[in-house]
């Protein structure tokens, strides 16, 4: 069947492998696409992906394409799906990804209308102005959805630099990232963490001096090794004044710090309901991020009364444990009671098991004003080599502060705490 759009052959096999992706991710996501066809399928790809989409004559659309065009016509002038489309131009994954949640959005408004009329598709046709009603909706609920997807991509594809030889492919992991977008939770949490312009260049990438290391810049002393080449060119008499006084230019020389892993160690108690709750989720996805910047492994534990399940990503996390890990956050509700004492020596343990020789970070999230075994603590801490980052929830706890490497107090639950607080 033909395009509705300019300069698109269906018959192409590029056009056809996306619209059989977008079909296929519309299904798993619904369970069927009977009202939603191959060339519906292309074209919602191809409205989003080009920058200038251009609808073909109405007079060269056979009548069989009157459904489509209308469709298409309708989005194209809505301003909700103007704003899409800033995303989606020119990006291939994230364009089959809205596509199929167009598809889905069109199979689901039809079924609502043939249950509404007590029949099937078979019986009649849409009007046109029941397709440009929904083309309308679809606009609307979408463009509440996309931003949320692009997030959760920016977080899959976060440390991914080029040469890391890892590379994530959204497609195959469009029907639950499409799922987790729709969540009320995960919106929360990703919209905290939008707020932070550009959250890696807050990081502060952890460094240790080396003389055959990598140029970071230039300071004053007196180390040969590291001389720049126009001191050596200058008078033996003024090089070796220069010398004997540590004041040659040298270069600064750094090689990066290797650590053990950050362990984002989470309170759930029931008086972390709320926003409590969603941005101590936020947080440990900072410290995720934190962790891929940095090479290091991550760990993940909530607690309350008692320590609950252990999550290990590693530092080539790939996009089915990252999709897991979200849909586990979903998953995870507060309530109960609190132990911070069981709660820090459980993941003392865990990283202990891993048998590493560098300092590792934990990093403690609560509210709690729980009495702990400060004495016990700090010795096991310092066993195995870790250093516990405190954060405080609109609370305060004099034993924790005194064994903390930091201690820090979030007050307004702000994205500029978070910073401050993965920023180690």
Known sequence: MPSVLRSVDHKDPVA?????????????????????????A?????????????????????????????????????????????????????SILVASLIATEFEKSVEELQQLAGGNSDQRELSEEEVRNIAE????????????????????????????????????????????????????????????PNISGKLLRPYERYSRGEIRGFEIGGDLERVHPSEIAMPKMLFRLKLAEDKLLLYDKVLPKILGPIYALVDKSGSMEGEKMVWAKATLLALLMR?????????????????????????????????????????????????????????CDDISSGATREVSDIVLITDGEDKIASSALSKKLKDVNCRLHTVMIMG?????KKISYRYLRANKLSYKEIIQIVNF
């Open 42 to 94: 292309i074209d919602s790809y191809y409205t989003l992906y080009l920058p200038h989409p251009l609808l073909k004559d109405v007079g060269d659309v056979p009548r069989e394409l009157t459904r489509n065009y209308v469709f298409f016509k309708t989005i194209l002038e809505s301003e909700d799906f103007a704003e899409t489309r800033y995303s989606t131009i020119g990006d291939s994954s994230l």
């Open 137 to 196: 909706s679809i606009s609307r609920k979408i463009s509440e959805t996309v931003d949320t997807v692009k997030s959760i991509k920016k977080l899959m594809s976060y440390g991914n630099e080029p040469g890391t030889g890892s590379v994530f492919d959204l497609e195959e992991e469009g029907e639950e990232i499409i799922k987790l977008a729709q969540l009320a939770d995960i919106k929360a949490i990703l919209e905290l963490l939008s707020r932070i």
């Open 291 to 347: 962790s891929r910047k940095d090479g290091r492994d991550f760990y993940l534990r909530f607690f309350n009364g008692i320590p609950h399940q252990l999550n290990k990503i590693s530092r080539r996390m790939k996009s089915n444990e990252f999709i897991e890990l979200m849909k586990y956050l979903t998953r995870v509700k507060s309530g109960g009671g609190t132990d911070i004492t069981k709660a820090v020596i459980s993941a």
């Open 396 to 400: 305060d706890n004099r034993d924790l």
């Open 16 to 40: 056809l492998y996306r619209g059989e992706k977008v079909l296929q991710i519309a299904k798993k996501i619904f369970g069927k696409t009977e009202n939603v066809d191959q060339a519906f």
